[in-house]
């Protein structure tokens, strides 16, 4: 962010993952727009921004609580970038280039970064081509004695994967392009984009060999958001009782679909409670 305000003009911004433990504060010029990226990893971890500056500018990089170095990184072929995530709730907070910082504007507390125009960057067509690190793409089993949910002529195969790749899925499913898929503004959807369709445990078969998952409970005991450990995706939820035949997933990492043309239903959650206080809320 080049600025020319003056800086006893810049304003405050607080933000932080979704958990609470780290937090931070940022002083820039006033937010009156921000980048939208379709490159792959703001794609797939709903990354809003980057808002850029320089670490030596005149713009302020405050931590408020808990430690930089207790984020998890991740880094691909995007030379230097290093992004940064919680470990403990997966929010990707920010990415650093040598000497320069780009935060997240989505884990920003007080404005709402959604409402603000848009200035469109075409990172998918200037980077390197996208390639997943590790794995290999697996393919849809149909379960031995199970009949199909619907005929066989309704459904398409998709192919998915977190950023890295550790975490793959195969899906079974109606055309995507013909479905609703949920956006809802609750805290963790607000702060990571999450955009779900609700499959069924056996149209979605994830493959994880090397247990990559990691599970974070905000509402209840009983269902988990499923993020990458390594790269900080995330791909779907996990509901511990399996008499609810439902695997809700985050279409954002479904290969090879536009997610800008999908058809979306926008569900209110930031209105249900418990209100969100900037901390995880605790489970009974």
Known sequence: MSSKVDPA???????????????????????????????SICIKNGILGNIWFLDNGP?????????IDSLKKYSFDRMNAVYRFCGVCGTNVFVTNPGEIGINGRVLGDIDVE????????????????AP?????????????????????????????????????????????????????????GKNSHRHIYPTRTAMQVHDPEGAGSKYN????????????????????????????????????????????????MYDGRSMPPLYTGERHKLD
């Not at 993952?17 to 002083?27: E, L, N, Q, T, Y």
């Not at 713009?59 to 430690?67: M, P």
């Not at 998709?158 to 805290?187: F, P, T, W």
């Open 218 to 265: 905000f509402l209840s005991k009983d269902s988990a958001q499923t993020f990458c450990s390594n790269c900080g995706t995330f791909v779907f939820v996990d509901i511990e009782d399996e008499s609810v035949d439902l695997r809700p997933m985050n279409v954002r990492t479904i290969d090879n679909i536009d997610i800008y043309k999908l058809k979306y239903i």
């Open 9 to 39: 003009d810049f304003k405050t911004y607080h933000g932080g993952c979704h958990c609470g433990a780290f937090k931070f504060a940022i002083r820039i010029p006033e937010l009156k727009d921000i980048m939208a990226c379709n490159c």
């Open 115 to 130: 409402a603000l125009p848009k200035r469109h960057y075409d990172g998918w067509g200037k980077w390197t081509p996208y």
């Open 59 to 67: 713009e302020e990089f405050i931590v408020e609580k808990g430690d």
């Open 133 to 189: 690190q590790f794995g290999e793409r697996i393919e849809w089993k149909k379960p031995e004695g199970k009949a199909d949910e619907e005929a066989e002529d309704d459904l398409v195969t998709y192919y998915g994967n977190c950023h890295c790749g550790k975490i793959r899925y195969a899906l079974r499913s109606k055309n995507i392009d013909d479905l609703e898929v949920m956006q809802c503004n609750c805290s963790m959807c």
